[in-house]
């Protein structure tokens, strides 16, 4: 599956914005779905997930409350909304596809990533 990711940009402390994650290909609903970040000097950190029916979410206790992932699996679609952005929020946020049965937080179960959209938040 080949994803692509889109909706970054630059917004204000406490804005809000919109990620997307188009998926080609007819198996999208085989994936469970994450998106992860990576700001500037540091490691790529789990944001959020969501399992393949879209029935579970799980979120990084950084994000809990601020953002919410979601999934539209007729249009092959995962979402991340952003909400009370903060300036430590800034990196570049990519999303990724896990084939295996469960939903994961772990960085290397994911089989196929985006290639990122980068958020910039100023405070």
Do not use: H
């Given at each position: ?13 406490g ?13 999208f609903?085989?994936y ?8 500037p000097?540091?490691?790529r950190e789990?944001v ?7 029935g579970?979410?799980y ?6 409350g601020?953002f ?15 909400n ?6 800034t990196a570049?946020y990519?999303c990724?596809?896990d ?7 772990y960085?290397?179960?994911y ?8 958020v910039?938040?100023?405070?």
């Amino acid at each position: 599956v080949q994803l692509q990711a889109s909706g970054g940009g630059l917004a204000q402390a406490g804005g809000s914005l919109r990620l997307s994650c188009a998926a080609s290909g007819r198996t999208f609903s085989s994936y469970a779905m994450g998106w992860f970040r990576q700001a500037p000097g540091e490691g790529r950190e789990f944001v959020a997930a969501i399992s393949r029916s879209g029935g579970s979410t799980y979120y990084a206790n950084s994000v809990k409350g601020r953002f919410t992932i979601s999934r539209d699996n007729a249009k092959n679609t995962v979402y991340l909304q952003m909400n009370s952005l903060k300036s430590e929020d800034t990196a570049v946020y990519y999303c990724a596809a896990d084939r295996g049965a469960s939903v994961t937080y772990y960085l290397s179960e994911y089989d196929y990533w985006g290639q990122g959209t980068l958020v910039t938040v100023s405070s």
